[in-house]
């Protein structure tokens, strides 16, 4: 039986199972772009470029492994669950980039994370394996277990799996009617 990060090649496509609700059903088989990192031994030098923009002259650092957007002029931002366009995430970053600077974004793949406390809610060093992640509506590009905001209004957009402890599987919905508003009452 398939385990929570396996991988495997069908007809030159590689794909990692994964099991986004343990409560709802058995796990499923999700496309990727490239090797895990386990196999490639560097997940960045491997990870599929995607896409490439400048960080905008406004916006922050980008850690490796945020989430981030593109705005109209299509610059980078990391992303944040606030608003829809705020939240039409584009891609993970490669690599750490200054604002000014080309950011390389990918997706689709399993990606290698060793700074998990700088870039989920969570603060904590270690992926929690089998759970989902979405993007956070509290603190730009990052990654959180639990969706919440201060706000009445919030987006829930689920953006990967843990399928390690430094690895997620992403899987980004890139339908902005996909974006569930979730409500405080």
Not at 57 to 64: F, K, N, R, S, V
Not at 93 to 117: C, H, K, L, P, Y
Not at 135 to 146: A, D, F, I, K
């Amino acid at each position: 039986m398939s385990q929570i990060g396996d991988t495997k090649e069908v007809f030159g496509r590689r794909y990692v199972y994964a099991n986004p609700d343990q409560a709802l059903g058995p796990g499923t088989w999700q496309l990727a772009d490239s090797p895990t990192a386990a196999e490639a031994g560097d997940a960045q030098a491997v990870s599929l470029v995607y896409g490439s923009a400048q960080v905008a002259d406004d916006a922050q650092l980008i850690e490796q492994g945020m989430l981030i957007r593109l705005d109209d002029n299509g610059k980078a931002y990391p992303a944040i669950a606030s608003t829809p366009e705020n939240a039409r995430v584009v891609g993970v970053a490669i690599d750490r980039t200054n604002v000014g600077q080309v950011v390389r974004f990918t997706m689709n793949t399993s990606f290698e994370m060793f700074n998990a406390d700088k870039i989920t809610d969570e603060e904590t060093y270690a992926l929690q394996i089998g759970r989902a992640y979405y993007l956070s509506s509290l603190h730009p590009g990052r990654w959180t277990l639990e969706p919440k905001s201060n706000a009445r209004d919030f987006l829930v957009l689920q953006c990967g799996i843990a399928v390690g402890e430094n690895h997620m599987a992403i899987d980004i919905q890139q339908n902005p009617q996909n974006i569930d508003l979730g409500r405080f009452d």
